[in-house]
C-alpha cells in the first residue's frame, strides 16, 4: 500500500506542477500540441499505474497485476515514444538542446530499470522489483521539479540538483520501512541512476559552458 501512496503522490505533485506553470505561464499552453497531450495522458496513466498495481498486489489480485504489467509495454513505448519526439523538438525549435539531453537521459535512466523491474519479478523478488519500478518513475519526475523551479524563477539547472536527493530520500525510506535498512539491489539501482545524472551534468558542462 505504501508504494500506491508514494505512486499517488507522485501523479499529485506532477498535476500540481504542470498546472501552476500553465496558470502562472499562461504563454506555454501555446506549446500543448496533440503530441504534448498525447505525452502528458500516457505519464498520468503510467503514475496511475504505478499507483494501481500496488493496490492490486495488496489485494491479492495477482492475475490482474500479471495482465496489466504485461500491457504497460505498450504504454512505456507510447511515453517513451512521444517524449522522445517532443525533446528533439524542443531542442530544435526552442534552441534548448540541453533539454533534449536531459529528457534523453531520463529515458536511459528510466528503460533498464523497467527491463529489471521486469526481470525481478520473473524471479519473484517483489521488493526489488517495486524498487526498481519506482527509482525508474522518479528518473522521470526532472520535468515537474523544472515547472515549480520555473515559477519560482530559479535557474533550470535547480530540478536536476534536487532530483537526485529527492530520488535516494524516497528509495531509502521505502527500503527502509520494508526492511529496516537499505539493501544492495537498492544502493545498486541508484548507483546507476544517480552516476546518469553525474554522466548528464558532465555532457551538459562541456557542451554549454
Not at 504542470?18 to 506555454?28: I, Y
Not at 517495486?130 to 525508474?136: K, T
Not at 522521470?140 to 520555473?150: F, K
Amino acid at each position: 500500500m505504501l508504494m500506491g501512496r508514494i505512486a499517488l503522490a507522485l501523479l499529485g505533485f506532477t498535476l500540481f506542477a504542470f498546472g501552476l506553470k500553465a496558470a502562472v505561464h499562461p504563454e506555454v499552453q501555446a506549446r500543448y500540441t496533440p503530441l504534448v497531450m498525447f505525452h502528458a495522458v500516457s505519464m498520468i496513466a503510467w503514475l496511475s499505474l504505478l499507483a494501481s498495481q500496488s493496490f492490486l498486489a495488496a489485494g491479492y489480485r495477482f492475475a490482474a497485476h500479471r495482465a496489466t504489467g504485461r500491457a504497460s509495454m505498450a504504454l512505456v513505448g507510447a511515453m517513451l515514444l512521444s517524449g522522445g519526439v517532443i525533446s528533439w523538438r524542443i531542442g530544435l525549435e526552442l534552441g534548448r538542446p540541453e533539454v533534449t539531453v536531459v529528457n534523453l537521459a531520463a529515458f536511459a535512466t528510466f528503460v533498464p530499470l523497467y527491463f529489471l523491474a521486469l526481470h525481478f519479478a520473473r524471479r519473484r523478488d517483489i521488493a526489488a522489483h517495486r524498487q526498481a519500478m519506482l527509482i525508474a518513475t522518479l528518473a522521470l519526475m526532472t520535468p515537474a521539479y523544472a515547472r515549480v523551479v520555473q515559477v519560482l524563477g530559479l535557474p533550470d539547472p535547480v530540478a536536476i540538483a534536487v532530483q537526485v536527493p529527492i530520488t535516494i530520500l524516497i528509495a531509502c525510506g521505502y527500503d527502509w520501512v520494508l526492511h529496516g535498512r537499505i539493501t544492495r539491489p537498492v544502493l545498486a539501482m541508484l548507483g546507476f541512476s544517480v552516476g546518469l545524472v553525474v554522466v548528464m551534468a558532465g555532457v551538459l558542462a562541456v557542451l554549454f559552458l
